[in-house]
């Protein structure tokens, strides 16, 4: 059964810092993209941060960028999202979603968390 499942999650004041989790299991995670979306009440949901399974490059959305940082740790299995410098805008629900790959790049699978609240408030 595949499980994606995000922690870290909380309230946290304008400029500070939070990092999220997202541990993998159930699928091979070395063939799996990995993104982090977000959702804020009323608002479409929209990409945040992108790291590919080949070699790891990264994408962030403008929005982010220079702020927050995706990384992954294969051995344990768990994607993170570094978030630094953050705004009362950047306050909605955060998902992890992985897109798994066979070894000729087809896409085999679909599989998102649970989401976790971020609030950027004073």
């Known amino acids: 059964q595949v499980q994606l499942v995000e922690s870290g999650g909380g309230l946290v004041q304008p400029g500070g810092s939070l990092t999220l989790s997202c541990a993998v299991s159930?699928?091979?995670?070395?063939?799996?993209?990995l993104k982090w979306f977000r959702q804020a009440p009323g608002k479409e949901r929209e990409l945040v941060a992108s790291?590919?399974?080949?070699?790891?490059?990264?994408t962030y959305a403008d929005f982010v960028k220079g702020r927050f940082t995706i990384s992954k740790d294969n051995d344990k299995k768990i994607v993170y999202l570094q978030m630094n410098s953050l705004r009362p805008e950047d306050t909605a629900v955060y998902s992890c979603?992985?897109?798994?790959?066979?070894?000729?790049?087809?896409?085999?699978?679909?599989?998102w968390g649970q989401g976790t609240q971020v609030t950027v408030s004073s």
């Open positions: 790291i590919i399974s080949k070699d790891s490059t990264t």
């Open positions: 979603y992985a897109k798994k790959y066979d070894v000729l790049r087809r896409s085999t699978g679909d599989y």
């Open positions: 159930g699928i091979t995670f070395l063939r799996c993209d």
